[in-house]
């Protein structure tokens, strides 16, 4: 039963052959009963202030046209924030940073210590080494 239509009574309507069997295929498909789907159609109509007469395609393809500029206008804005904005604060930060690394200088009165190690000058001997 359609809620809030139980206690109505039914009316009929005459309508061809053919015209039912496509509504009743499209009441099938929409899963609501003849009822409910006729009121859906008259309400789409009315909220949307449209005739049947009146092709919708035209209507359809100017709003498509029309989003897809405006998708056009964000990618364009986009670009150019990366190109203007984003990538020169980048380059200016990476550069500070490459600026800011201390650089490893000797200092004028530090002594070089030397890194090999100094050759042994004596050598003890062990009491093996006397009976070879």
């Not at 498509?64 to 380059?91: C, F, H, W, Y």
Request: with cysteine; proline share 5%.
């Amino acid at each position: 039963m359609d809620k809030g239509y139980e206690n109505e009574r039914f009316e009929s309507i005459s309508i061809k052959t053919s015209v039912a069997q496509k509504f009743k295929r499209l009441c099938k498909g929409m899963s609501r009963s003849k009822s409910m789907t006729l009121l859906l159609m008259i309400d789409f109509f009315e909220d949307n202030g449209i005739s049947p007469h009146e092709s919708i395609g035209p209507k359809m393809q100017t709003l498509e046209s029309l989003i897809k500029k405006r998708i056009n206008g964000v990618i364009a804005i986009m670009k150019d924030i990366e190109k203007n904005q984003t990538k020169p604060t980048v380059a200016m930060m990476q550069s500070l940073f490459e600026q800011a690394e201390p650089s490893k200088k000797t200092l004028i009165l530090e002594k070089e210590i030397p890194k090999e190690k100094p050759k042994t000058k004596f050598v003890e001997r062990l009491e093996n080494d006397d009976e070879s």
